[in-house]
């Protein structure tokens, strides 16, 4: 394989860059995009609002995401929503003659699909300039050749067709990150770097200093020397750049079809390396028959996913990979990818990528686990390595023990909204969260909080082991506890270790929490909601919320509301869903799905659904309001209505209410 990959030529590009197009401005005005799309050049200047927090599930919905080649240039932006409104329609960009976007605060937030920069390159778009951009969507970009920058001076420049200097999109880039902005991608480098053509940088480290659990999980992966496979330095810090040796690499169907096409382009029929290490799951799209609309399955989106299922299952039987796939005597699948990684594959220790931004779900037993895109799985599945520059860390202490009836989740909302993170100070970091009320949590309610580190914009979430974790992981897997012990030596953080911020929540005060609708850190206590908010639909699952844990208090909830002879209310749709076969089988033991359908939920088979706009308990209009336990509410994810965030007890005390209810336990 390597052989096949030497006999490619790579040079680096042009040290100039020349733009000729114009310039997209997204506004929070929609008329303002439309008078742009109509054809006006907006002369902009500051006191134009540009639009905050634009996620990929924007850029690219998921629909549009059924779609993983040149297609996707029809439909960038397409689920953008400006003051009420969706301003941008199919070939809207492609047609516009744009080759530079600009936006504000936080581009590319959320999902780590690499499909949303690669159907804008496709469109025409070369630049993206914002005040600030996500760490995974930022790599995406230079992994597929689309530039980025925070420099709002180089919009006149663009306009003018003036020749810039490569350089001028290198000064926020890190030593290997240049090296790929210059070669055209990451694909490009990873042949010099096989060549020798390129130098990774040294790890500027000693092993004197105290570390934390990621510095020392990253320092045993750190690869020195690519050719002898030497792996492991006594130590990193913040800033490092180079490569790491992972210990397993996972997709799913949304990723590696692309990724499958972009692999015979880099390497032909060759095979990938070290197959055992690598998995593939299906199971975000197997409920899409049943909610897709029939005015997608006439435009071929229908198709479309099914042929995203069928090019992943041909790809694993040809190479040899592990598929977690759909069931065979019913619509669903074996489980969701977080949910039976933690349960069946993590371990203590570990360096974990996926080809999703919840990947960090793994960081509740240890992991250094984080999302990448698809060049990125391409690369690590022709070497097993993954490129990383050691990001800072943020501590999250937590002390004091959460009330009965307050979980996991409604904590994490709390993180959410707090001002360091509202700031955006976390965006990149680790969170490593700390502090007893950390280890008063089981392993399912820390995965809640590691799970979504992707809604805080960090880089990961990790949660030191302990003894609870080894007992957790001995029993689940069967295995001897004093090996799983060993696993965990030395993983902890070193007193004195650095952190470039400390949250602080004392956990004894937090009450329960929604995050209304729009984004997860709009988060407010339900006691200070005012009015009453009438649900239509309560969706439960997903891989934040379909947990062994999850599950006990939906139970214990839907018990106290049928004892008290309630159940869910005509005119509201309820569905729970599992997060996996094994979390199924939990639960039908201990009758959970005879207790839910008994209070007026339809109970699915395991799978990601609403959670993605792919199953039952999707909205379908934008009046619908939703309360779920899944983890995000971007404009869009989970259908055109409004979705408040809550926690398992949250979300059965509200079903059967009819409107947002806290639980009350007994």
């Known amino acids: 394989m390597l052989e096949h990959l030497l006999e490619q030529d790579v040079t680096k590009r042009d040290p100039i860059v020349r733009l000729q197009g114009r310039v997209l401005f997204i506004t929070e005005d929609p008329e303002l995009i439309r008078r742009q799309l109509a054809g006006e050049d907006l002369d902009w200047d500051p006191s134009i609002p540009l639009r905050n927090d634009i996620s990929t599930d924007e850029i690219t919905p998921g629909w549009v995401c059924y779609h993983y080649d040149e297609k996707l240039g029809e439909y960038p932006y397409v689920g953008l929503l400006c003051d009420g409104e969706h301003p941008i329609g199919r070939y809207d960009v492609q047609r516009g003659g744009f080759v530079c976007s600009v936006s504000g605060k936080r581009r590319g937030k959320g999902s780590s699909r690499e499909v949303a920069p690669y159907a804008e390159r496709v469109a025409g778009i070369r630049v993206v300039i914002a005040e600030n951009i996500e760490r995974i969507y930022g790599e995406n970009c230079a992994n597929i050749g689309v530039l980025t920058s925070t420099d709002f001076s180089l919009i006149d420049k663009i306009r003018r067709g003036e020749e810039i200097p490569l350089s001028a999109f290198l000064e926020d880039a890190g030593p290997i990150q240049k090296d790929v902005i210059e070669y055209g991608g990451l694909l490009e480098y990873a042949v010099a770097r096989l060549k020798g053509l390129v130098t990774v940088p040294d790890v500027q480290s000693s092993g004197e200093r105290p570390q934390s659990i990621s510095e020392k999980i990253l320092a045993r992966h750190w690869v020195v020397d690519a050719a002898s496979g030497e792996v492991g330095v006594p130590a990193v810090k913040a800033g490092d750049a180079g490569f790491l040796r992972t210990d397993i690499r996972f997709s799913h169907e949304y990723v590696t079809p692309m990724a499958s096409t972009f692999w015979e382009d880099f390497a032909g029929d060759a095979g990938l390396n070290d197959t055992d290490s690598i998995l593939f799951f299906r199971d975000h799209l197997a409920f899409l028959d049943e909610v897709i609309t029939e005015e997608r399955v006439a435009a071929g989106l229908l198709d479309a996913a099914h042929a995203l299922h069928d090019r992943q299952r041909a790809f694993a039987a040809a190479k040899g990979v592990k598929l977690h796939g759909e069931l065979p005597d ?58 990383l520059t050691v990001p800072e860390a943020i501590r999250v202490q937590v002390t004091g023990d959460l009330r009965r009836g307050v979980t ?30 950390i280890e008063a949590l089981d392993i399912d309610e820390r995965a809640t909080l590691t799970n979504m580190a992707a809604e805080v914009g960090g880089f990961t979430g990790i949660i030191a082991p302990d003894e609870k974790t080894i007992g957790w992981i001995a029993e689940r897997r069967g295995l001897d506890p004093a090996d799983v012990r060993a696993m965990c030596e030395g993983l902890f953080s070193d007193p004195g270790a650095e952190y470039a911020e400390t949250i602080e ?20 206590p339900i006691s200070e909601l005012g009015e009453d908010v009438d649900l239509d639909i309560v969706y439960i699952g997903s891989c934040t919320g379909a947990k062994r844990d999850d599950f006990d208090m939906y139970a214990e909830a839907a018990r106290k509301a049928a004892d008290a002879g309630q159940s869910v209310p005509e005119g509201v749709k309820a569905y729970a869903q599992f997060g996996s076969i094994d979390v199924e089988a939990y639960a039908i033991e201990r009758g959970y799905d005879k207790l839910l359908r008994s209070i007026g939920f339809e109970v699915l088979a395991p799978g990601c659904g609403a959670c993605i706009n792919a199953g039952p308990g999707v909205s379908t209009s934008e009046e619908d309001v939703t309360i779920s336990s899944i983890n995000r509410n971007f404009p869009g994810r989970s259908g055109p209505g409004k979705v408040y965030l809550a926690s398992p007890y949250t979300c059965i005390a509200s079903a059967v209410a009819g409107k947002i209810r806290a639980f009350e336990p007994a």
């Not at 509740?364 to 993954?386: E, P, Q, Y």
């Not at 707090?418 to 969260?433: L, M, Q």
């Not at 937090?510 to 729009?518: H, I, N, Q, T, Y």
Request: one cysteine or more.
């Open 505 to 524: 929540i004392d956990a004894s005060t937090l009450e329960p929490m929604v995050a209304a609708p729009g984004d997860p850190g709009n988060g407010i």
């Open 408 to 437: 996991a989740k409604d904590l994490i909302i709390e993180v959410l909204r707090h001002p360091t993170v509202k700031s955006g100070a976390a965006i990149a970091r680790i969170i490593e969260f700390a502090g007893p009320g």
């Open 330 to 387: 019913r619509t669903g699948s074996e489980g969701i990818c977080h949910i039976m990684m933690q349960d069946r594959y993590a371990f203590p220790g570990q360096l974990i990528i996926g080809s999703d931004s919840h990947t960090p779900h793994s960081g509740a037993l240890g992991c250094f686990a984080f999302g990448v895109g698809t060049s990125a799985i391409v690369n690590a599945w022709a070497t097993k390595d993954v490129r």
